[in-house]
């Protein structure tokens, strides 16, 4: 019976290199010294604004993030806003592919699972997700990669895993790999094998559990 690899990127196969999402590498360089953690709390706020749908393009990106860290420097009274302050951030955010860092294993271990299972992506991103991908040489070993922006749809919306299945034969076995249990959940009720890959040792669920890829493949191996 065939087996297929779904995979969440974010916390599954990177994390940013500032261990915040929407705070980019060179933040400090284009703000100065700022209270970062009032920085943060302000992103956080405004995160809402990034629910956009039907984002399909790099530039719809930036022009979204644009929005987004203007009301972010209004709300932390940033002095000195500028149309190349926030833009800069935005082009920090969407086009720098240094802000994100592969776990050391990802690349390695998805060459090896490819050679016996065919792997997809469903993750809640943006378009510069696949130019990142396909940067660091991964791209091409899944067979398809579905990102909620593009799609219209984010994976508690439910219909991002319909889409997901529609070329997929009912005789499969299907695993979904995630860091987050709620979402694991919803893939379970979509006929998926939730595999919990908790890299911090965070989680406590009932779901199989695995620290990283390469517990993850010898694991298919007896399951």
């Not at 022009?63 to 190349?84: G, P, Q, R």
């Not at 889409?163 to 249990?181: K, P, T, V």
Request: proline share 2%; net charge negative.
């Amino acid at each position: 019976m065939k087996k297929n690899l779904f995979f969440d990127v974010g916390s599954t196969l990177l994390y940013p290199k500032t261990k915040e999402w929407f705070i980019p590498p060179n933040y400090k360089k284009i703000l100065g010294d700022i209270d970062t953690n009032l920085f943060k709390e302000n992103i956080d706020k405004n995160k809402f604004l990034l629910d956009e749908r039907n984002i399909n393009t790099e530039e719809q990106e930036f022009e979204m993030f644009s929005k987004f860290y203007y009301n972010v420097l209004k709300d932390f009274n940033y002095s000195n806003i500028t149309t190349e302050i926030i833009q800069n951030l935005a082009y920090d955010c969407v086009y720098n592919d240094d802000k994100f860092v592969f776990y050391k294993e990802v690349k390695r271990e998805l060459k090896n699972l490819s050679k016996e299972y065919d792997m997809y992506i469903i993750s809640d991103a943006w378009p510069s997700t696949y130019r990142i991908l396909k940067n660091y040489g991964i791209y091409d070993l899944f067979k398809n990669v579905y990102i909620s922006s593009d799609l219209g749809f984010k994976k508690s919306d439910k219909m991002l895993f319909e889409i997901a299945l529609e070329n997929i034969s009912s005789n499969d076995i299907n695993y979904f790999i995630d860091d987050r249990f709620e979402l694991l959940k919803i893939s379970e009720r979509y006929g998926f094998i939730p595999i919990i890959i908790d890299r911090n040792d965070n989680e406590l669920t009932n779901y199989i559990e695995v620290r990283n890829l390469t517990q993850l493949r010898h694991l298919l191996k007896i399951i």
